[in-house]
């Protein structure tokens, strides 16, 4: 927090010798940032959004099942599932079936579609990519299954403990920083990171079938979610792509809307986290000059109104940036590029 002293310093000196041209509280409606307007008249209409390229819309699957879910075999005995917002797979073995996520919107139908893809395999293993709710809230589904192992990362299971998630299973086999497990005959690599949760994220790699998960990361075709997928590690989270990147690997999930990645959305995701990170220092030696402009502007009356509309210049100059090159590559970079150049504005902030 470097600047923050300064802010309070100038703030406090300036507030008893200059007048302000501010008006007063409640003079004119205030226009928050980042607040999207349902009113089509208004300069931050929805309507003023792009919709999705057309080369993402030509990825998405089809609902091919009764439930309304999207199910296919990416490899043999392997299936990747979707109801179009969350992600998940389970994998069929000659021992049993392994249940990767438990995503809560497919709740009972879950079950449903691994007994139609599987017909009579008991489901022997359950293994939880990290310990959020809303992949894995959609455990309840499996509660009763009699032996059912259900994998997670120590910490994870340490912070379920504490505090329990509605819908999440309690683990009974646990690991630390890695766990190489094989089911009937296929090998299942665990490895910890931390690019995601707030304890631990799991990797998870089947190196037979070239198959790679990593939650909460990238939306193929997309700009990341809201704050680089609401990372809580901007450190990992940007680290995490060289680690991905080392596993050989054609399938890539993520979690969330409707396309299983490949190896050229990583790639091409990291592409754009780097260049948001590049953009944001680029502009950051200017930030004091900017202050003092805001400063000026506001009167010295309020040094953390000065300080938002820095952040909000760099903000809103990156974003322009990143829109101008990324808008043709990539899907929804309208809507969330300005979340991303903030989550590292405040992490140059604090770093
Ligand atoms: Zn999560």
Redesign the pocket.
């Known amino acids: 927090m470097r600047y923050l002293t300064t802010v309070s310093a100038m703030a406090c000196v300036a507030v008893l010798t200059i007048p302000s041209p501010l008006t007063a509280a409640g003079d004119h409606a205030h226009n928050p940032a980042n607040t999207i307007s349902t009113d089509v008249g208004h300069p931050d209409s929805f309507r003023h959004f792009a919709p999705e390229l057309p080369a993402m819309q030509a990825r998405i699957p089809e609902a091919n099942t009764e439930f309304g879910l999207h199910v296919s075999e990416i490899e043999p005995g392997l299936f990747f599932i979707t109801d179009f917002i969350y992600q998940s797979a389970f994998l069929v073995t000659d021992e049993g079936v392994v249940v990767f996520d438990a995503p809560p919107s497919f709740g009972d139908r879950h079950r449903a579609v691994i007994e139609m893809s599987a017909p009579g395999v008991p489901i022997t293993h359950f293994i939880l990519s ?1 310990k ?1 709710a ?2 894995n809230g959609g455990g309840y589904a499996f509660g009763d299954i009699e032996g059912l192992t259900v994998i997670a990362a120590q910490a994870s299971a340490d912070s379920l403990a504490a505090n329990p998630l509605r819908g999440v299973l309690k683990p009974n086999q646990t690991f630390d920083e890695s766990l190489s497990l094989t089911v009937g005959g296929v090998p299942i690599e665990l490895q910890t990171a931390n690019f ?2 707030n304890d631990t994220d799991v990797i998870i790699h089947l190196p037979q079938q070239k198959f790679l998960m990593a ?2 990361t990238i939306t193929p075709g997309e700009a990341p979610f809201m704050n680089f997928g609401a990372t809580s590690n901007l450190e990992g989270y940007m680290a995490g792509f060289d680690t991905f990147l080392s596993y050989d690997f054609e399938h890539f999930l993520s979690g969330h809307v409707s396309v299983l990645g490949k190896r050229q959305d990583v790639e091409t995701a990291r592409d754009y986290a780097f260049d948001v990170r590049d953009t944001v220092y680029s502009l950051w030696p200017s930030f004091l000059e900017r202050f003092g402009a805001n400063i000026d502007l506001t009167g010295y009356q309020n040094g953390n109104l000065a300080y938002r509309m820095t952040m909000e210049d760099v903000r809103d100059e990156c974003a322009a940036q990143i829109i101008d090159r990324w808008e043709d590559k990539l899907s929804v970079v309208d809507l969330w590029a300005d979340s991303h150049c903030e989550t590292v504005v405040l992490h140059a902030i604090m770093h």
């Open positions: 990290h959020h809303d992949h995601h949760a939650i909460d």
